[in-house]
């Protein structure tokens, strides 16, 4: 099978791959969709030779990208139960194996496990764009039969990370939420808030993006290069400041704006991979009494918990989708998606 392999420098080849066959406890699937997703422009941009990628050791073997991995199962190896896993099934990934038996393992977060290197698919083992993705069964996150596989691709990993943050801000309808970028996780924020009740302020410097954050929901716009962020936020609400506000961009710029842009008593929330960001402390947290949290992607179960909140509110996933490639157009898929003035893309096979 031919497999997409980010090489260094924003290049990127379709290699070679054996099929791959389920041992003990895995199983194989056939890939039906595979989300682009901003992180992984992180490891395409990485300098040919560089030593890191999202953080991790890079790879010594070419590894295939993507970990917005939703297919079918194709293959099941032994000791895998009917429970887990039969073939046929449409199925999700939780893109993460850690040790399997620590206590954030065991509690579905196995991201955070602290006693073994974390294996990240798409980035330390192999992801989703390609033919076939082997997974271990325990992984399997189910995919009702009303979501598409695109929908799917995208809780996997951008959807769902915008989901995961919002429920740990314990975002209610009372709230307005200020959102800093409206690419893919940012658009998704803004689009389930909305359906969570919530009042979305959503900022980003692409006119396009911010057109499209209307369509999706959100309550106000503002263009950071033409307004001041935190003087318009506060305009909207009266001068109070937003209730919650979230940073997807990872730009300096914006993190900073979303901590002052927050009301005295409110939340900031840090999602956006990369980067860094100067506080003041004292007048930006303690003397607001704010609240600063990050949130890294979801859990095992809060990846289902967000699949079945898209279902239940009919939330239209699929609409975040602006291009859909073929993995024969990885390289022109890519070098526009680097650009970030698109929606989201996604392989289909």
């Known amino acids: 099978m031919k497999g997409v392999v980010f090489t260094g420098g924003r290049e990127l080849e379709l290699m070679e791959f054996p099929d791959p066959t389920p041992g003990p406890d895995e199983v194989v699937l056939e890939m039906k969709a595979s989300g682009m997703c901003g992180s992984d422009l992180k490891t395409y941009r990485l300098a040919k030779g560089a030593v890191k990628a999202n953080g991790l050791p890079a790879p010594t073997e070419p590894v295939i990208a993507g970990h ?143 057109e499209r954050a209307k369509e999706f929901g959100a309550w106000a716009t503002v263009d950071p290069r033409s307004n001041d962020p935190v003087g318009a936020i506060k305009e909207l609400t009266h001068g109070r400041g937003a209730d919650l506000t979230l940073d997807t961009s990872s730009s300096s710029e914006a993190r900073i704006a979303a901590i002052r842009s927050a009301k005295v008593w409110g939340t900031m929330c840090f999602v956006g991979e990369g980067g860094n960001v100067t506080i003041d402390v004292s007048p930006d947290m303690l003397r607001k009494q704010l609240t600063v949290i990050g949130s890294w992607t979801f859990s095992h179960s809060g990846q289902a918990e967000c699949a079945r909140f898209v279902v239940e509110r009919g939330i239209d996933v699929d609409r975040l989708f602006t291009h859909r490639w073929k993995l024969e157009q990885a390289d022109e898929a890519y070098k526009l998606f680097d650009q970030q003035t698109t929606g989201k893309g996604v392989f289909l096979m």
């Open 68 to 210: 917005e991995p939703c297919g079918v199962v194709a293959a099941i190896g032994p000791g895998v139960s009917a429970r887990e896993a039969r073939i046929g099934q449409r199925v999700m990934v939780h893109h993460y194996i850690g040790c399997t038996t620590c206590g954030h393992c065991r509690t579905g977060w196995a991201q955070l496990c602290q006693e073994t290197p974390i294996t990240v698919f798409g980035s330390s083992g192999h992801g989703g764009h390609a033919k076939y993705l082997k997974v271990p069964a325990s992984t399997l996150v189910p995919l009702p039969d009303e979501l598409t596989f695109e929908a799917g691709a995208a809780i996997s990993c951008g959807t769902g990370t915008a989901y995961g943050a919002l429920r740990r801000m314990n975002l209610s309808g009372n709230d307005v939420i200020a959102i800093f970028g409206q690419g893919p996780v940012g658009l998704s924020g803004t689009q389930l808030a909305t359906a969570m009740g919530a009042r979305v302020i959503a900022l980003d410097i692409s006119e396009d993006r911010l």
